[in-house]
T-cell receptor, first 114, second 115 residues
C-alpha cells in the first residue's frame, strides 16, 4: 500500500509566479490536511479537505493561497504570485477518518522562491 | 491562543546518557502526539497518547502524558547516535474551534547524540 505521495518534491519559482503542489492520499483515505513548515519551525496547519469540500481553512493566508480536493485526482495547494516568504516545506497528510492519530504524512514539497 | 512549547529546543547528548524532552501545552486537550523528523524528511509518528496517565515505550524512547499539568515528556534512555533527529509534540486544535485534524505543533527539539 503506497503511502502519501507528494509532487514535486522540490519546486523553484521566481517571485510573482504560481506554485502548484500536489498530494495523493493513501488508498482508501478521503481526508487531506496541508501543513507548512518554515525553516527551524514546527509545522503549521493550513487547511483540511474532504473530497470536494473544504472543512477547515483557518490556517490558510487570506490571499494568494487556495486548495482543492476534487472528486477525481490529487489534492492541490495553489499559491499565486509567490513571494520569498512563501519559501518553506509543505507537507500533506491523509487519514481514513477524522480520527487524528490516523494521519499519515507525505514526504513534503520544498518550495524555494528566488 | 493555543500554545505548544517544547524545551529544550536544542539538545546535545553523549551516547549512553539519559535525558528528557518536555512539552507543555495551553489547551485542555487529552490527546498528544510525538513525531520524529530526520533532516529533509517527512514526519514519522512515534507515539499517540490518548488519556491522562498514558505511558508508551518503544526501544529507548518513552512518552508520558499528564493532562492535569498539561505536560508530556519524551524520555531518552542510553542514547545512541541513530536517535539524532528533531522531535515534535503536537496537540489537536479542535477545542479552539478547529476541526479534528488541525494539529498544533511545538517548535521541535533538535537532538544530536555524539559518540
Amino acid at each position: 500500500n503506497a503511502g502519501v505521495m507528494q509532487n514535486p518534491r522540490h519546486l523553484v519559482r521566481r517571485r510573482g509566479q504560481e506554485a502548484r503542489l500536489r498530494c495523493s492520499p493513501m488508498k482508501g483515505h478521503s481526508h487531506v490536511y496541508w501543513y507548512r513548515q518554515l525553516p527551524e519551525e514546527g509545522l503549521k496547519f493550513m487547511v483540511y479537505l474532504q473530497k470536494e469540500n473544504i472543512i477547515d481553512e483557518s490556517g490558510m493566508p487570506k490571499e494568494r493561497f487556495s486548495a482543492e480536493f476534487p472528486k477525481e485526482g490529487p489534492s492541490i495547494l495553489r499559491i499565486q504570485q509567490v513571494v520569498r516568504g512563501d519559501s518553506a516545506a509543505y507537507f500533506c497528510a491523509s487519514s481514513r477518518s477524522q480520527v487524528v492519530h490516523e494521519q499519515y504524512f507525505g514526504p513534503g514539497t520544498r518550495l524555494t522562491v528566488t | 491562543e493555543l500554545k505548544v512549547e517544547q524545551n529544550p529546543l536544542f539538545l546535545s547528548m553523549q551516547e549512553g546518557k539519559n535525558y528528557t524532552i518536555y512539552c507543555n501545552y495551553s489547551t485542555t486537550s487529552d490527546r498528544l502526539y510525538w513525531y520524529r523528523q530526520d533532516p529533509g524528511k517527512s514526519l514519522e509518528s512515534l507515539f499517540v497518547l490518548l488519556s491522562n496517565g498514558a505511558v508508551k515505550q518503544e526501544g529507548r524512547l518513552m512518552a508520558s502524558l499528564d493532562t492535569k499539568a498539561r505536560l508530556s515528556t519524551l524520555h531518552i534512555t542510553a542514547a545512541v547516535h541513530d536517535l539524532s533527529a528533531t522531535y515534535f509534540c503536537a496537540v489537536d486544535g479542535v477545542r479552539y474551534g478547529g476541526s479534528q485534524g488541525n494539529l498544533i505543533f511545538g517548535k521541535g527539539t533538535k537532538l544530536s547524540v555524539k559518540p
